[in-house]
């Protein structure tokens, strides 16, 4: 069955000039391909800095989609011959609206995947709504290298549909870029391990490095396998990390892998939740 090896990479590429980002984006994933890496992922939005310490938008974080973060991102692929998981904040042509995505590139820079965060903080250091609406379209899936891969950003792990959903769908690999706080770091560790045990897929989180504008992130990257185990746990800037496909297949023969996950019945309740919801929000 195929295995893949894939880079977690802790490092940001916010320079000012986007050709100095890229080439030293390429530099990282030529290391990560020296180290045999096919595929590398990065922390949430790694060619901005974070802006989210502060409640106040800068006109020139976001971008049109094929933006130059975007560009910068496959370009960087292809030149490394490394495909990435990175992020950029993208403008709605239309509307005008922010969001946080999550983008895919394959090894010749093609565009596989485009995951909008949907559950965004809104509290010191993390005045995240200030800055992007919350994506509108659940999570979905892209092959890479044979494995079926999915995404999910930061905050978002902590509402666990979405990873349960990924591995209802397929999922084998569950992408996670984080910008959290380093003292945080034994709770989302906890949440991350449940995540792949109860999906039954490899996930993978990457962090930002180093404490911004006055709010201390920093911490680990992981990961975990879907029996829960950590595979690896590091603060350096690269390591890389070997995911073989046997491996989800085994967890899903095994509990609680080969459980029905009863999608008809929570859809039916979530329903419900939604309904009350929507009326909350209508009541003045």
């Known amino acids: 069955m195929p295995q893949l090896t894939v880079a977690l990479i802790s490092d940001l590429f916010a320079e000012e000039r986007p050709e100095t980002a890229e080439r030293r984006l390429a530099d990282r994933l030529r290391e990560a391909g020296s180290m045999g890496a096919r595929l590398a992922v990065l922390p949430e939005l790694p060619l901005n800095a974070w802006r989210a310490a502060s409640r106040d938008p800068v006109e020139a974080d976001a971008e049109p989609p094929g933006g130059w973060r975007q560009t910068v991102m496959s370009r960087a692929a292809a030149s490394a011959g490394v495909g990435v998981l990175g992020g950029a904040i993208v403008r709605d042509p239309v509307s005008g609206l922010r969001r946080n995505l999550a983008l895919l590139f394959d090894a010749r820079g ?85 995540n792949a045990v109860t999906s039954t897929a490899y996930v993978l989180t990457v962090n930002r490095p180093h404490p911004e504008s006055g709010v201390p992130l ?60 929507t009326k909350e929000d209508s009541e003045p």
């Open 110 to 194: 093609g565009l596989l995947l485009r995951y909008a965060k949907l559950h965004l903080p809104e509290e010191p250091g993390f005045w995240e709504t200030s800055h992007y609406v919350p994506g509108d379209e659940p999570p979905g899936l892209a092959e890479y290298a044979g494995l079926r891969v999915g995404a999910q950003i930061c905050s978002d792990v902590n509402r666990p549909e979405g990873s349960h959903m990924l591995g209802a769908m397929g999922a084998e690999v569950i992408l996670c870029p984080r910008a959290t706080e380093s003292g945080t770091w034994a709770r989302w560790k906890m949440v991350l391990r449940a």
């Open 218 to 277: 920093g911490g680990p990257s992981m990961a975990a396998g879907p029996d829960g185990d950590v595979l690896l746990e590091t603060t350096d800037a690269v390591a890389v990390v070997t995911l073989d496909q046997d491996v989800v297949a085994r967890a899903r023969r095994a509990y609680p892998g080969y459980m029905k996950t009863r999608a008809g019945l929570y859809a039916q309740g979530w329903q419900g939740v939604a309904r009350d919801q």
